[in-house]
């Protein structure tokens, strides 16, 4: 099933921390059972790669490793056990790695090892390499089949721009979790963060009235006009913090009845009072999505109103395929509206992990094509 496959390929390893990028030759990865070897034509270079890679924003991982994230190629071979992937099929290739035999064993390919042994020992020993690279070797079960004619014939979305998915899946994992639904109003706070923004293009997308919390009225007032100008019609208001929790909760509750929360504080904020002031506008049975490191909830609010508070960390299979339906039925703008995409080759990556710095949020993405 391999004979396709060149004998080399070019991939950008991350030799040390210290000593950072190059490009190299190796020999091309070859399918076994359990995996398939993808022909990628576009990663995802994530805002924070940078300097996750250079160690200013530490996270533990093995090196030298391919670097990588989120990415969309096609097929290139696949072991003998798969059953559906075939060569030249357009799929999306997912970073989240979990272990067969313990599913509570999770990292994320080329960028975090997790918690546990087993996913450090899974990262170190198998499926250590990203998808920077002209091929990529990943699990069977990371490859999501795409339409191809549906999404880029008929809906006008070019290969690079689909891999703006791979960070809109994000807040999508924490919105399913507490199985959002349309109609329904959900708080994203803070709301003009990397994360935040995307998480308000979702939620829209899933059809809910959005109250965007946030410390900056000029970015609210941006984030508006963004989702605006790419879904007319959206149901976005905005709230900015006073940082006087009370009249945060009055100002949220002017809307009316609030369902649901979705939380994605950075970690620089960990103590600001809008997750509080958010927890406290829910009305009875409300739930909350805990996807940042806010370190500021009370629980009395939580008590009195029957609140349902989850953590949620990436996302399941399922929510992927999930995600790629609502993508194939065409609730996200549609061709160019959907992302302004920056295309940068593997030699160039110091220049594209600034660009991945500088241009992201709602529609913007930038990344690799090897
Ligand atoms: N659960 C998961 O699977 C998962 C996955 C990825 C990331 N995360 C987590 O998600 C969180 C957010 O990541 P991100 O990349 O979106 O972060 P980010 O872009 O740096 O977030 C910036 C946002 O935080 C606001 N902010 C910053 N400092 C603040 C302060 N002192 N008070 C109030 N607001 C403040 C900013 O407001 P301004 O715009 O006004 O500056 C902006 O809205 C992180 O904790 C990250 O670890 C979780």
Same mark, same amino acid.
């Given at each position: 099933m391999?004979?396709?496959l060149?004998?080399?390929?070019r991939?950008?390893?991350l030799?040390? +921390? $210290?000593?950072g990028?190059?490009? /190299?030759?190796? =020999?091309? @990865?070859q *399918?076994?059972? #359990?995996?398939?070897?993808?022909?990628?034509?576009?990663?995802?270079?994530?805002?924070?790669? +940078? $300097?996750t890679y250079?160690?200013? /924003?530490?996270? =533990?991982f @093995?090196? *030298?490793?391919? #670097?990588?994230?989120?990415a969309?190629?096609?097929?290139?071979?696949?072991?003998?056990?798969a059953?559906?992937l075939?060569?030249?099929?357009?799929?999306?290739?997912?970073?989240?790695?979990?272990?067969?035999?313990?599913?509570?064993?999770?990292?994320?390919?080329a960028?975090?090892?997790?918690?546990?042994?087993g996913?450090?020992?899974?990262m170190?020993?198998?499926?250590?390499?990203?998808?920077?690279?002209?091929?990529a070797?990943?699990?069977?079960?990371?490859?999501i089949?795409?339409?191809?004619?549906?999404?880029?014939?008929?809906?006008?979305?070019?290969?690079?721009d689909?891999?703006?998915?791979?960070?809109?899946?994000?807040?999508?994992?924490?919105?399913?979790?507490?199985?959002?639904?349309?109609?329904?109003t959900?708080?994203?706070?803070?709301?003009?963060?990397?994360?935040?923004?995307?998480?308000?293009q979702?939620?829209?997308?899933?059809?809910?009235?959005?109250?965007?919390?946030?410390?900056?009225?000029?970015?609210?007032a941006?984030?508006k006009?963004?989702?605006?100008?790419?879904?007319?019609?959206?149901?976005?208001?905005?709230?900015?913090?006073?940082?006087?929790e009370?009249?945060?909760?009055?100002a949220?509750?002017a809307?009316?009845?609030?369902?649901?929360?979705?939380?994605i504080?950075?970690?620089?904020a960990?103590?600001?009072?809008?997750?509080?002031?958010?927890?406290?506008a829910?009305r009875?049975?409300?739930r909350?999505?805990?996807?940042?490191?806010?370190?500021?909830?009370?629980?009395?609010?939580?008590?009195v109103?029957n609140?349902t508070?989850k953590?949620?960390?990436?996302?399941?299979?399922?929510?992927?395929l999930q995600?790629?339906?609502?993508?194939?039925?065409?609730?996200?703008p549609?061709?160019?509206h959907?992302a302004?995409?920056?295309?940068?080759?593997?030699?160039?990556?110091?220049?594209?992990?600034?660009e991945?710095?500088?241009?992201?949020?709602?529609?913007?993405?930038?990344?690799f094509?090897?």
């Amino acid at each position: 099933m391999s004979s396709s496959l060149p004998s080399e390929h070019r991939a950008l390893v991350l030799v040390s +921390r $210290e000593s950072g990028f190059q490009v /190299r030759t190796f =020999p091309t @990865p070859q *399918p076994g059972p #359990g995996s398939a070897v993808v022909r990628i034509a576009a990663a995802g270079i994530l805002p924070y790669h +940078r $300097e996750t890679y250079n160690g200013k /924003r530490p996270m =533990p991982f @093995p090196t *030298p490793l391919v #670097g990588g994230f989120g990415a969309i190629g096609h097929i290139a071979a696949v072991g003998t056990d798969a059953t559906v992937l075939k060569a030249g099929q357009l799929v999306y290739v997912d970073c989240v790695i979990r272990s067969r035999d313990d599913p509570a064993c999770v990292f994320l390919s080329a960028i975090y090892e997790g918690s546990s042994d087993g996913s450090k020992k899974l990262m170190r020993d198998t499926w250590r390499d990203g998808t920077f690279a002209e091929y990529a070797k990943v699990p069977l079960e990371n490859c999501i089949p795409l339409d191809e004619p549906s999404l880029c014939d008929i809906q006008g979305y070019s290969l690079q721009d689909l891999a703006y998915m791979a960070f809109l899946l994000v807040p999508y994992g924490g919105l399913r979790d507490i199985k959002l639904e349309p109609g329904e109003t959900i708080i994203v706070c803070p709301a003009t963060g990397f994360y935040g923004s995307l998480g308000v293009q979702v939620a829209i997308a899933m059809g809910a009235r959005v109250i965007a919390l946030g410390r900056n009225e000029e970015k609210l007032a941006r984030l508006k006009e963004d989702i605006r100008s790419r879904t007319p019609g959206a149901n976005i208001e905005t709230v900015k913090t006073t940082g006087d929790e009370e009249k945060d909760v009055t100002a949220l509750q002017a809307y009316g009845s609030v369902d649901a929360v979705l939380d994605i504080t950075p970690s620089d904020a960990a103590m600001s009072t809008h997750t509080r002031s958010a927890i406290k506008a829910l009305r009875l049975g409300g739930r909350v999505s805990l996807m940042g490191s806010t370190k500021n909830i009370a629980v009395p609010e939580i008590l009195v109103n029957n609140l349902t508070l989850k953590g949620k960390m990436m996302y399941e299979r399922e929510a992927i395929l999930q995600f790629v339906k609502m993508l194939e039925r065409g609730l996200f703008p549609q061709g160019e509206h959907f992302a302004e995409t920056k295309v940068f080759q593997l030699d160039d990556w110091k220049e594209g992990f600034d660009e991945g710095a500088e241009h992201n949020g709602i529609g913007k993405c930038v990344v690799f094509a090897p």
